[in-house]
């Protein structure tokens, strides 16, 4: 497999080396991996390396600069001893020849460079050049006694710089053959020397001592390169790994999902991204902690099931919900995340087990759906039966009603009799009352609502809630009644009477769950452009989990009265296009939040 990653678009590939063909993008990748190029499409070119080219360009450049020092510094050295003044009638002409000489291959070079792809065979090309040249310029500048014998050590050590150990060794073997060669074709007299007569033993000694020293510096350069060589591989591989790095913080930064890793004693290691948005805490506020503060002893099941798997491998938990920490809000609770889990092993780098990964994702609004489908569910059921039973009761009841009515006008009864009479009647009306009261909870609405709907002033509304709440018999002087509302003019499209009837039950609810006093606060801002809040704050006796789960549902347990007010209420705000939340603990009070939209 293969990956380039080239103007915002992945490629990848998987293959067979032995049988595949790439196109031509792939190109670059054909030769390392020694694949077949398509038929009748070409390679395309690939442009050379900018730091070998760098190189080159140096290489070229240093030797012409060299050459040009020695004949200034021959030129000086041949006007001071003897002493002298400086004139072209000393100027070296021989040195002079060399350097031009070197102007002209260094121009060749140049050309090559241009037309030529592999910079390496180059760069080797040029040093072996350079070792007949040097060979030369030795012969003319004394063979044996030249002093420019050094120049064989300063190529080898250029070359350590640039060519690998292998190639700096065969420089260096080239540098001895080269001098041994013009050493022994001058001891036989085959070559002119510019020395004069030595003997064979003087040439021996020569030849031995600087070919020793040669061999040395070449032994040297090349372990200087293979160390370069070393260096730079380490180099590159730092990189890869720093890029490696930060790929891998990006993969796991980018997950949709919360990711956390944890060691095996469970503590916290690394918190995504994700896993920030779904709990509002920073990474930096979980990393050290104990995974159990944050997901609680839910979790601890799954985690035991994984450190005890026999086949690690292949393990992983099955899904199971768990309750979230998440940050605190600026009134100090806490949102309520439920999140579905998954647990499953870390291993290491060298495949022992390590710790734990664990995934997670933010199923609350999921579960609320579920929960309102199920109440809608229920509530066609109970309108389907409603129906049915509407006219069958109500019209016995009003002949009832009438009946009894009608008695007690032409009955001449005993008081007791009255006063019996009287319960009949009362009854009669709070059971027709229970009915209508049903019927407008289980009515189906209309394009959404239940009546037609107008612009309406909801501080007005709650003002008008207010002034009858405080009159109410029910409110007492310990009562403390707060209501905060915008300075300026807040008007939703919605049924005027059926926004006040949610107003009202709630703050009655507020009230009755406050019987020894306490604070009733409510509060009107705009959430954005689209939705305006009414939180409703009591500082009451507050509401049970349990009886939570079920506080919307029709004649809930431990409703007062007949269980049907906060029913009508979630109804009238979900028929508005709004939505209702409930947070109360026992003991604490109740915050109530509508969201009704614009």
């Known amino acids: 497999m293969f990956c380039q990653y080239d103007s915002g678009k992945i490629f990848l590939a998987f293959f067979d080396k032995t049988d595949i063909k790439l196109p031509e993008p792939y190109y670059p990748y054909r030769q390392k991996l ?55 009638e000393n100027f070296p002409s021989g040195l002079a020849i060399f350097f031009l000489v070197s102007i002209a291959l260094s121009g060749v070079y140049y050309l090559v460079l241009r037309l030529n792809d592999d910079l390496l065979l180059q760069m080797r090309v040029q040093f072996l050049v350079d070792i007949l ?5 030795v012969w003319q500048t004394g063979d044996l006694l030249s002093p420019y014998i050094t120049l064989y050590v300063i190529l080898i050590c250029v070359s350590g710089f640039f060519l690998s150990k292998n190639d700096t060794l065969i420089i260096a073997g080239g540098c001895v053959a080269c001098f041994t060669a013009l050493s022994v074709l001058i001891g036989q007299e ?5 020395s004069g007569e030595a003997r064979a033993s003087r040439i021996v000694q020569i030849i031995g001592f600087n070919n020793v020293a040669i061999l040395l510096v070449g032994l040297l350069a090349a372990r200087m390169s293979e160390r370069r060589r070393v260096a730079e591989e380490l180099k590159e591989t730092a990189a890869s790994f720093a890029d490696l790095n930060v790929l891998h913080e990006r993969i796991i930064q980018s997950i949709g999902s919360g990711l956390i890793t944890t060691d095996l004693e469970g503590k916290i290691y690394a918190f995504n991204r994700a896993a920030e948005e779904i709990s509002g805490l920073r990474a930096n506020e ?12 839910e979790i601890r099941p799954a985690i035991g099931i994984c450190l005890g798997s026999p086949d690690r491998n292949s393990f992983e938990s099955g899904p199971f919900e768990a309750k979230m920490r998440t940050a605190l809000r600026k009134d100090g609770s806490r949102r309520r995340v439920t999140v579905l889990c998954s647990v499953s092993p870390l291993f290491g780098r060298h ?49 009832m009603s009438s009946a009894l009515q009608f008695m007690q006008e032409k009955s001449t009864s005993t008081p007791d009799e009255a006063s019996l009479m009287n319960v009949v009647l009362r009854e009669s009306d709070r059971l027709n009352g229970i009915i209508t009261n049903f019927l407008a909870y289980a009515r189906p609405s209309a394009n959404g609502f239940s009546h037609q709907t107008a612009e309406m002033d909801l501080g007005q509304a709650l003002r008008d809630c207010f002034s009858l709440l405080r009159h109410s018999p029910e409110v007492r002087d310990f009562h403390l009644l707060d209501c905060e509302l915008p300075t300026s003019t807040v008007t939703i499209n919605a049924n005027e009477t059926e926004i ?32 305006v809040r009414t939180e409703f704050q009591d500082t009451g006796c507050g509401i049970s989990a349990e009886t939570k789960r079920h506080l919307f549902e029709p004649f809930s347990h431990g409703a007062r009265g007949m269980g049907l007010g906060l029913s009508i209420v979630h109804k009238i705000v979900t028929d508005h296009g709004g939505r209702i939340d409930v947070q109360s603990a026992v003991g604490k009070g109740t915050r109530i939040t509508v969201d009704l939209p614009k």
Do not use: C
């Open 34 to 88: 020694n694949l077949p190029v398509m038929s009748g499409i070409s390679a395309p070119h690939v442009s050379p390396d900018p730091t070998l080219v760098r190189k080159v360009h140096g290489l070229i450049a240093g030797r012409l600069a060299l050459m040009f020092l020695l004949l200034l510094a021959s030129w000086w050295w041949t006007n001071s001893f003897p002493a002298g003044s400086a004139s072209f």
């Open 500 to 531: 006040k009837q949610v107003f009202w039950n709630l703050l009655q609810n507020a009230i009755q769950a406050m019987p020894a006093g306490g604070r009733l606060s409510v509060r009107l801002t705009e959430k954005g452009q689209n939705f």
């Open 351 to 399: 495949g022992r087990f390590s710790g734990l990964i664990i995934t997670f994702q933010d199923v609350t609004q999921i579960r609320q759906l579920e929960e309102t489908l199920r109440r809608s569910d229920r509530l066609a059921a109970v309108g389907r039966m409603a129906a049915g039973l509407a006219h069958e009761i109500r019209n016995p009841l009003g002949s």
């Open 133 to 137: 040249f040097v060979t030369g310029l």
């Open 286 to 297: 979980t990393i050290g902690e104990s995974v159990f503060t944050l997901l609680g002893d």
């Open 190 to 194: 085959l070559l002119f020397s510019y």
